[in-house]
């Protein structure tokens, strides 16, 4: 796939590595650090699943179908949590489901999606988080990719306003695409959310990290906490991304 200008250079010229366990650990901490983001803790939790459906995201697709669950177990005890899912594909198709309740409505959904070759459409789904959060309460929006290919600023206009409707954007990134890299980062940086990247094929990594974002939509900082105490591992191995802003 062709890429898009390359976001401002920052000075470090390092190659991206491989995510490690250091990599997770250190996103669940941005997690643990961030604010409480709800005042009712009746009300079910609202997070945004985004993902790229191109063609050479088959293989992450059928495995995030197989783990969705997680979320949705993970926040039983915070009163629940509706996730919809949003993808792009193909030329120009970017398309927003109907709120799902329960881990087999999820997984209705996302195997009926087929996998097309296409350019990239952060900004679509960025948008459509935004405008969702205009109407009611958003506690997250959770993004798994692999490339970049649009324009920096455009998008990064548009975390930037995800930020000031309070929904952060938490960045999962697979492989080791530089420019990708740097751009889910500056997406992160600017809604409030978090980034970090993951190995390709790791069920466990990223069924932890969307487990970690699902209870952070559901019941905030303090529930990440708890969450961490009763499942141990990774959660509780944490370093700060967001307590450094």
């Known amino acids: 796939m062709s890429r898009s200008k390359e976001p401002a250079k920052t000075g470090d010229s390092a190659p991206v590595r491989s995510a490690s366990d250091a990599d997770v650990a250190a996103f669940l901490e941005q997690v643990k650090r961030a604010p409480a983001k709800r005042a009712n803790t ?116 548009t975390a930037g306003e995800m930020g000031l409707v309070g929904v952060p954007a938490f960045m999962f990134h697979e492989g080791r695409d530089p420019l990708a890299a740097r751009a889910f980062k500056e997406i992160a940086r600017l809604s409030g959310g978090a980034y970090c990247p993951f190995d390709a094929g790791s069920a466990r990594q990223l069924k932890e990290l969307l487990s970690a974002v699902a209870v952070y939509a559901a019941g905030g900082r303090r529930a990440m906490l708890a969450y961490g105490e009763k499942t141990g591992g990774k959660v509780l191995q944490l370093t700060d991304q967001m307590a450094r802003r």
């Open 42 to 157: 009746d009300a079910r939790g609202r997070l945004i699943f985004g993902m790229d459906a191109t063609a050479s995201r088959e293989p992450m697709w059928d495995q995030a179908c197989q783990i969705q669950g997680e979320m949705f177990s993970a926040t039983a005890a915070l009163g629940g949590l509706d996730i919809q899912l949003i993808f792009y594909r193909g030329f120009g198709e970017c398309k927003a489901s109907k709120w799902a309740a329960d881990a087999m409505a999820l997984a209705r959904l996302m195997t009926s999606v087929r996998c097309r070759a296409g350019r990239t459409q952060i900004g679509r789904i960025l948008n459509h988080a935004k405008a969702e959060a205009e109407k009611h309460k958003i506690g997250a929006l959770v993004f798994v990719g692999d490339c970049f290919e649009e324009d920096i600023d455009k998008v990064c206009h």
